[in-house]
């Protein structure tokens, strides 16, 4: 009794510890991409109706299997927008304190079962969580709103691997007779949850392998798993996970037309990547990029740049070491190999950016845990070892605090990162952005300015042009002059954005008069005609611009056939098909909008079949066709 009395006061401290020293960062503001997957609450419009969820769901497109318990997680913080960014950021520390006790229970879990006395096993499970919890290099994470999609699914994953724990526990204590069905459940269950929170929740399923061989069977000491338990229990959906792998390889390198970089470019960028994660979690700072890591150079050969080549010897000589010493040092090897199966979906052959800090949330969760042991093992040799995990704990809670602080203040944070980190282009926009919204315009303009001499960067020039736009100094010699760039520098993935953003801002304020029109035609012109001819999205955008501009003077039958090569180019975005064909409706051009509706009814059959739709589109097609129908009968 006593000693749950311990635990729970423990716990208690390390909860309010970890809050206090967070608790700067919660008034900071949203970032990046946080407003474009959160503002889809304006959905909701504070009425939670299962009409209104559906909607809200199916506009959701932050994943393959659009992340259900991560998204609707929002719903915890605000049913409308716009919101206040506090709720989402105290919902994110809460998820994280439970991550923290959970991994708190699980270190306790596995150290009573070894048969490690109760003080000591206390202070491991302490210390081992303490470490994670505090260390500043998850900030970022935590304090990113949208980043609790990669939170949860270690919720489900700590989680999976307590209840995988307790009930082999149960198998082994009565020779296979009890356990199993829990087994079962924390494996298929937990990843299944996991994965509807992300979609690298899907590791678990290997996670939880590793952990029966290296935790369960060599540090506890327990006995294999029967044949035909293991083979439906573990390996079966081991193999059928790495098939789904396999099976998505082409399609992931189809993909990779759109980034600025190969498939083995990411391969070797990514052995310099997870190096950095290592370098930053064992050599802890108050300040690093956080979310604005676009800076991150390629590799494009071991030597260019040469940290390639040292970066690739170093995780192979890890990977040797802990192999071979995977006996000797179990728990050396288990923390190492958990890091690398944990990084298998987003730090491979994924086509996703280079360097995110998000990916360390996962990973990182056992790797200081060897190293509290060793220090742990000192102190049994003398209590003057104790200085070094007190001062190492005492460093993390200084620098989360001093990190979480810069976090708290919204301007201050993207001002030191733009001057530590200049190589980010994302920085420098999103600290124009920021002072744009203060009114501060002109500050914004010389900031891009300023960035452009830095950067020859598309993106930066269409923000440019923005500012320009809004504060009423745009000339047609901006647009030649940034026409003139498209068509040198190739059009990149993060360049889309901020051209629709700027076609919506020209069209919105008429910022050229009568040469709006026109403006946005030849910008759309030289954007067909970059030599990045990859990025469907793209090439529909320009083509749909320039479908609008003719619809505006009257130039029906050119608006039409932009309009089917924009919906050839994206053959998913079927609100914009519906937008066309309604507009070709209000005008009594009822031959077009009926050509428009074919091809996009097409397109849903062939498209869509084995797909579920969210979004209605077969019945809004249907209504189309019935109107158009209507309208034919009375002409």
């Not at 998000?358 to 042991?373: E, G, K, N, W």
């Amino acid at each position: 009794m006593a000693n749950k009395i311990k635990t729970i006061i423990v716990l208690t401290l390390l909860m309010l510890v970890t809050w206090y020293t967070y608790l700067p960062g919660l008034t900071g503001g949203f970032m990046l991409d946080d407003e474009q997957n959160i503002s889809l609450l304006g959905i909701i419009d504070n009425d939670i109706s299962g009409k209104r969820l559906v909607s809200y769901f199916a506009e959701s497109n932050s994943g393959p299997l659009k992340r259900p318990i991560s998204v609707f997680s929002f719903l915890l913080d605000a049913q409308d927008w716009p919101a206040a960014a506090y709720p989402f950021k105290r919902t994110n520390l809460i998820i994280h304190l439970l991550n923290a006790a959970l991994l708190f229970g699980l270190l306790l879990k596995v150290m009573k079962l070894h048969g490690q006395p109760p003080n000591r096993t206390l202070i491991i499970a302490t210390l081992g969580c303490a470490v994670w919890a505090l260390h500043p290099f998850l900030v970022s994470t935590v304090l990113y709103a949208v980043q609790r999609m990669a939170m949860l699914p270690l919720t489900f994953m700590l989680a999976g691997l307590w209840w995988y724990a307790h009930a082999r526990h149960q198998y082994q204590i009565s020779h296979g007779a009890q356990g199993k069905i829990t087994l079962f459940l924390s494996v298929y269950l937990m990843t299944l949850l996991a994965m509807l929170s992300k979609e690298n929740g899907a590791v678990l399923v290997w996670l939880i392998a590793l952990f029966e061989v290296f935790i369960m069977q060599r540090y506890l000491l327990f006995k294999p798993l029967n044949h035909q338990l293991s083979m439906w229990l573990l390996k079966l959906p081991g193999v059928l996970l790495l098939l789904m792998l396999l099976i998505q390889i082409p399609e992931f390198i189809n993909l990779y037309e759109s980034r600025t970089f190969g498939v083995f470019e990411r391969l070797m960028s990514q052995t310099r990547a997870m190096t950095l994660y290592l370098y930053h979690w064992f050599v802890p700072s108050h300040f690093t990029e956080g979310v604005f890591t676009d800076g991150f150079k390629v590799s494009s050969s071991l030597v260019s740049p040469i940290s390639t080549l040292f970066s690739s010897l170093f995780i192979l000589t890890m990977i040797t070491v802990a192999w071979l010493k995977r006996k000797q040092w179990v728990w050396f090897s288990f923390a190492w190999f958990f890091f690398l199966l944990s990084q298998v979906l987003e730090s491979t052959i994924v086509p996703l950016d280079l360097y995110y800090e998000h990916r360390m949330y996962v990973s990182a969760i056992f790797l200081s845990l060897p190293l509290v042991l060793w220090c742990i093992k000192l102190t049994a040799k003398s209590a003057a070892y104790w200085v070094f995990p007190i001062l190492l704990v005492m460093l993390l809670i200084g620098l989360s605090w001093h990190k979480a602080e810069h976090w708290g203040n919204h301007l201050k944070l993207h001002e030191a990162t733009i001057e530590t980190y200049p190589e980010s282009v994302r920085a420098w926009v999103a600290t124009a952005v920021l002072y744009e919204r203060a009114g501060n315009i002109n500050q914004a303009l010389q900031l891009i300015n300023d960035s452009i001499e830095i950067h020859d960067n598309l993106e930066l020039k269409f923000n440019r042009l923005s500012v320009l736009c809004v504060t009423g100094e745009l000339n047609p010699q901006d647009i030649n002059q940034t026409s003139a760039a498209i068509e040198q520098v190739p059009f990149t993935h993060p360049d889309l954005r901020p051209f629709i953003n700027l076609i919506k801002i020209l069209f919105k304020f008429n910022c050229l008069g009568e040469q709006t029109a026109e403006a946005s035609y030849q910008l759309s012109e030289a954007v067909a005609n970059n030599s990045n001819k990859n990025l469907p999205k793209l090439m529909s955008t320009t083509h749909y611009i320039k479908a609008q501009v003719h619809f505006q003077r009257q130039q029906y039958a050119q608006a039409k056939d932009h309009y089917l090569r924009s919906f050839e180019a994206n053959q998913s975005d079927y609100r914009a098909m519906q937008t066309a064909i309604l507009q070709f409706i209000n005008v009594g051009e009822i031959n077009h909008a009926a050509e428009l509706l074919n091809r996009a009814e097409q397109i849903y059959q062939s498209k869509q079949k084995y797909k579920i739709d969210w979004s209605n589109t077969e019945q809004a097609l249907s209504g189309l066709r019935q109107l158009i129908e209507r309208l034919q009968q009375r002409q």
